[in-house]
């Protein structure tokens, strides 16, 4: 049953705190996406990657938000620190681009969310 | 900058009837058009794809279809179930990967 897996599905954490979230990709994909998700702003693309490099981050506070990819396996968010306003849904989705270029068949796929809480 | 919005905010009808989603998107330099499905404190589910070269994709009750050169999608349900109360949403990719701001549609029993 092939789906991207996400951890932990919930963190409440106090302000200050370093949060990080952790992003299984569907094996085989080489697209990865981070999503946060708010009632306010709807869904804000935060990261992109392509075979593990970042293409575009722009969506990303740079000076307490970080994305990195360790491995094809893996993808992490992280805050440091932490506020109350980063208090969302945070989603991680996958897809393959054939050759390494986006195509019409590049589906995304997303997983379950970290719903995260900040105090 | 690609910016993608969705008409009606909020829908509520009842069972059986027929309705239509609009999404609408600024830029029509496009790889595809994805339709998902999101139920209250859940993910994402895909629901349809349509590629840019294509007009339209079916899916049992569902259809959507696509304009790139006037920039709008719908996705149209047929026999609408309680069951398929949820918030709609489209998302189209180019550069990255764009989400409208979705429909939240009721089906009353």
């Known amino acids: 049953d092939a789906r991207v897996t996400q951890t932990p599905r919930h963190k409440v954490t106090e302000m200050g705190q370093e949060v990080t979230m952790r992003c299984q990709p569907i094996?085989?994909?080489?697209?990865v996406f981070w999503y946060r998700q708010t009632m306010m702003q709807g869904l804000e693309l935060l990261a992109y990657?392509?075979?593990?490099?970042?293409?575009?981050d722009s969506g990303m506070p740079k000076d307490r938000f970080s994305a990195e990819m360790p491995d094809a396996t893996l993808a992490t968010l992280k805050i440091q620190p932490s506020e109350p306003r980063d208090s969302a849904v945070y989603f991680c989705?996958?897809?393959?681009?054939?050759?390494?270029?986006?195509?019409?068949?590049?589906?995304?796929?997303f997983g379950q969310g970290t719903r995260l809480t900040v105090v | 900058k690609q910016e993608v919005t969705q008409i009606p905010a909020a829908l509520s009808v009842p069972e059986g009837e027929n309705l239509v989603l609009n999404c609408s998107f600024t830029?029509?330099?496009?790889?595809?058009l994805q339709w998902f499905r999101q139920d209250p404190g859940k993910g994402l589910t895909s629901l349809l794809l349509?590629?840019?070269?294509?007009r339209e994709q079916t899916s049992g009750r569902l259809n959507a279809s696509l304009d790139k050169s006037s920039g709008r999608s719908t996705l149209y349900i047929a026999a609408s179930q309680p069951g398929d109360s949820a918030t709609y949403l489209c998302?189209?990719?180019?550069?990255?990967?764009?989400f409208g701001p979705g429909t939240r549609l009721s089906v009353l029993p």
């Open positions: 989705a996958s897809g393959l681009e054939q050759g390494g270029t986006p195509s019409e068949r590049t589906e995304a796929f």
């Open positions: 094996l085989g994909h080489n697209t």
């Open positions: 349509i590629q840019s070269s294509q």
């Open positions: 990657f392509r075979n593990r490099a970042p293409l575009d």
């Open positions: 830029d029509s330099a496009i790889y595809n």
């Open positions: 998302a189209v990719s180019g550069q990255n990967f764009v």
